[in-house]
């Protein structure tokens, strides 16, 4: 990339295509070392390859999972949560996909001067009430104003640290993925996306669409305590389609998906219509793909339909197909196309 | 604090006073856990309290330290270092003053659209540098990209993880400080502050007040596996008096300081008069005051003076006094005057 007289645009923060580019010619350009350059939802860092000033090594085996979001969606706050809520699932999920379990979060706020105190009050309500449900508590923190106008109401970043469950490290490389394995998601495809736009655009719903901001680290925790995984990965921004396209490009293989298999519901599914947009590609904030063995699908299927976060969930297609290294989807009248990563910018400031 | 019609002011951000109420009436209030509570500059998590999903426990004694910070500095670019350099030493500061070797940093990006790439470039540029300089990879992150006019032109929130050093775990507490004990401060006071002032105001120097923002984990290292230490922080935000005034709070010992032994530039010093500053209070990115047994305090100085980052070293003053709780400092023309924590903003956006 040149990156003379080039700037900035909103798709370098969509978390698809652009989102990778810059990520690769500016970021890993020069923070060049190997975790990063896994560039999993979390770092994995081996604590045993560091022992402390006195020499002291701690348990060999022990990995650290490490993740960091922003949050800067807008509005703030939304059908079914609000940014404190988002920014704590958001971490909690980051760290949970990649086999980790959650031990602690951080939260950094920048706030706008002017911001009412009863809002940043119920923000942090918010956020204690997901870290008590995901029982990861939030240990650090830092906040930092800026003059009127030169933040817009306020932003969190949320960082967290995990324990690696050794027996899942290969979680979040996908190595163990293999033909015939079977794709699942927990529940419906888009609902953060669409309670977002809805706020935006003062949509009126029969009944609201919520957002599915939610911490999946029990839900993970029981079926991977169950169950075989080989891959999974939180659908946020980007959404179904991008996780998809990111494990084709991973693996290699080829991923074949039944478009009438993804979980939509109905009102998700006209609103995209009017606007133009494709659910697979809308933003989720509690949704995990999952791809497990192909004879244990059913099992897991079945499994996750027993904890609240994965009633819905759903078989949604299998790892093979015609062109390895990409994802085929059957769409629901009988065609055929490619799903690939989200390209520009669809929804600004999402999550 | 009552909340209904109060808003954040910028004062609220200034690491003084007014954050440290916010923090107890919003945070501390919601985010209820005995480890937030210590409030210092990383929270110290046991590890061995956490076993894995097998059930099995890390080596006992293994405590992480971890810490965030989001940096809002105004302008991005400054004499002696940008954003991305005061983001990594920043947070690596707040690891190794906690008696932590630092481990690992995340970075978290917020970005205007229209920025442009060849200044991010150059900030990632100056984070990978000081990431080098002190042994501490940046394996994680994230971009975020918001509307032009919602946020100024870059934000970055770091945080990082360390493994604290058994041996130090005492620092952060202050547990250890007793009357007779030393206090030093490893160079100039009001540097950074000084030098955001000066591009801000585009202030002409004969000579160019360079921030002091520097990763002090290998200065830290070298004087705690040769001498006692009791008692560490970094002064940023609210400068050299604020973390005196916690010094003082946090053991409830008096604490004396001679006014005339803090090394303070001379140029620092008459921009200060001019606009009515306090260097005491300025703002610092490469700062750290120590405690040390009386008896040592000669060898620390030595010892510090060797590195190029504790070769402007000095006693400041020392614990004991008639106020129990306070800081009285003797100032250069005889007097004396209680040091307490900086009350509003002193320069918004100082770091």
Same sequence: chains 1, 2.
């Avoid at 500016?26 to 860092?45: K, R, T, V, Y």
């Avoid at 650290?64 to 703030?76: E, G, K, Q």
């Avoid at 940014?83 to 909690?92: E, F, P, R, Y």
């Amino acid at each position: 990339m040149n990156k003379r007289d080039k700037t900035i645009r909103l798709g370098h923060g969509s978390g698809g295509r652009m989102t990778h580019d810059l990520i690769r010619d500016i970021f890993l350009s020069h923070f060049d070392n190997s975790i990063l350059l896994q560039q999993g939802d979390s770092a994995i860092w081996n604590l045993s390859a560091s022992p402390d000033a006195s020499g002291h090594s701690p348990t060999s085996g022990t990995k650290l999972a490490f993740s960091t979001d922003s949050y800067v969606v807008d509005p703030i706050f939304f059908p079914g949560g609000n940014i404190g809520s988002l920014a704590v699932s958001g971490t909690v999920n980051d760290l949970a996909v990649s086999g980790a379990r959650p031990l602690f979060l951080s939260a950094a706020f920048i706030i706008e001067e002017g911001f009412p105190l009863d809002q940043l009050d119920e923000i942090a309500r918010a956020m204690a009430a997901a870290s008590t449900e995901a029982d990861v508590p939030i240990v650090a923190g830092d906040t930092k104003v800026v003059h009127k106008g030169k933040c817009d109401k306020v932003f969190i970043t949320t960082s967290g640290v995990g324990l690696l469950d050794e027996a899942l490290s290969h979680i979040p490389t996908g190595s163990r993925v293999t033909e015939g394995d079977v794709i699942l998601v927990n529940g419906y495809a888009g609902d953060h996306g669409i309670a977002i736009l809805g706020e935006r655009e003062s949509l009126k719903f029969q009944s609201p669409i919520l957002s599915d901001a939610a911490c999946l680290n029990g839900l993970i925790a029981e079926i991977t305590a169950q169950y075989e995984v080989h891959f999974m990965r939180d659908a946020t921004r980007g959404g179904v389609a991008t996780v998809l396209s990111e494990l084709a490009g991973l693996t290699k293989h080829a991923i074949t998906i039944e478009e009438q298999a993804i979980p939509v519901r109905e009102e998700v599914r006209g609103i995209c219509e009017i606007f133009g947009y494709d659910p697979l590609y809308m933003a989720n904030e509690g949704k995990v793909v999952l791809v497990v063995p192909g004879d244990q699908a059913d099992k897991v299927l079945e499994g996750m339909k027993t904890h609240p976060l994965g009633r819905d969930a759903s078989i949604i297609g299998k790892v093979g197909g015609e062109y390895p290294g990409k994802v085929v989807l059957h769409t629901e009248i009988g065609g055929k196309r490619f799903l690939d990563m989200l390209a520009g910018e669809m929804l600004p400031r999402i999550c």
